[in-house]
């Protein structure tokens, strides 16, 4: 069972699983902070579900391509920003681990989007983010702590509960898990943000940094509280094919430019909108793939898989990803 005694207390988790956890060690070691990590996200969405994810288990795949606009060139040398039309396999998911879990629920937000870029060249890359601007914490450790809390918090638990300390010692987290988060009409109208960091590099030399946002053209749009009531189980993935069969979904891909002084290495300070934007390009979906499930628990995206052009920040949450994806794809296959 999901603990619900607490608002958006799985979404947390989900949406931080997305973006933290490292490998395990062998079985009969002492586990790490990392695979710690996962078991405690299994236990808390009812899992392991075989097959799925550890978070974001519900999801769909669509494809289409990436055509980059003339600034992003400014900005970096990155080969899928040049100017070319690229190929691009994105996936938009619901937070937690529970496969089965309704799209409009609460505990599905935030959401998440992954996108694989396939340059002229053959070489991927990947951007991976969620529909809310900022982390609750800065280290993978403090996610650990996070989740102890919230295991340790059950509705018999009397107060001040651990979460609840948690929480009131870490203000990004208490932002995070308060904030509200109305289900999307669409996954084509949900803004998605890149928590971390990254530096870019152009053709001279110069090097910016700059986290990712993903807007969606057709505008953020939510549902009213009786409309989620209402709502379909699966209703954005089929909401999404029905658009898809229609016409292209779009969404501009943005950099937000740090200013000098920002925190680049800590993605629990969200930088503000007064930040200067580039323009990097415009994703346009066309196609849900038929066999969308089966192609998924194929997907392991990582934001760093990267090309020159862009370099990653020392972003602790950040550098912890890589292994966090092969650790879980690996569980994912029953290794």
């Known amino acids: 069972m999901i603990h619900r005694h607490l608002p958006f207390t ?3 988790i989900s949406a931080l699983f997305l973006l933290t956890a490292t490998a395990g060690l062998a ?12 078991d405690t996200l299994e236990k808390l969405s009812g899992g392991p579900h075989a097959g799925f994810r550890a978070n974001h288990a519900k999801g769909i795949v669509v494809t289409g391509s990436f055509t980059a606009d003339a600034a992003a060139k400014t900005l970096t040398k990155a080969e899928h920003l040049q100017g070319a039309k690229v190929p691009v396999t994105v996936r938009f998911s619901n937070a937690t681990g529970v496969p089965t879990l309704p799209d409009a629920d609460p505990n599905a937000s935030p959401h998440g ?34 989740l102890n809390a919230v295991a340790a918090s059950g509705p018999d638990v009397p107060s001040p509960k651990p979460i609840e300390t948690f929480l009131g010692s870490h203000p990004a987290a208490k932002a995070f898990v308060t904030a509200p988060k109305p289900a999307p009409v669409s996954y084509a109208n949900l803004p998605f943000y890149g928590v971390n960091a990254f530096n870019f590099t152009n053709a001279a030399g110069k090097s910016q940094y700059a986290r990712y946002r993903i807007i969606p053209v057709a505008g953020d749009k939510r549902l009213t509280d009786d409309e989620a009531k209402k709502a379909a189980p699966d209703y954005l993935i089929d909401e999404l094919k029905a658009r898809l069969a229609k016409a292209p979904v779009k969404f501009k891909l943005i950099a937000q430019l740090a200013k000098d002084g920002d925190a680049v290495n800590d993605g629990s300070i969200a930088w503000g909108k007064d930040h200067k934007e580039v323009l990097l390009g ?14 998924e628990k194929k997907l392991a995206f990582s934001p760093l898989h990267l090309v020159d052009g862009i370099a990653p920040s020392a972003d602790p949450v950040l550098l912890a ?6 650790f879980s794809v690996g569980r994912r296959a029953g290794k």
């Open 321 to 326: 990803r890589p292994a966090a994806y092969a």
């Open 113 to 146: 989007i992954a996108i694989r870029f396939t340059a002229p060249s053959g070489q991927a890359t990947d951007i991976v983010s969620i529909s809310y601007d900022g982390f609750p914490v800065s280290t993978p450790d403090d996610f650990l702590a996070l």
């Open 10 to 12: 799985q979404s947390v």
């Open 27 to 38: 079985a009969d070691r002492v586990k790490s902070v990392p695979e710690q990590t996962v």
């Open 282 to 295: 415009t994703l346009t979906l066309d196609t849900a793939l038929a066999d969308s499930v089966a192609v």
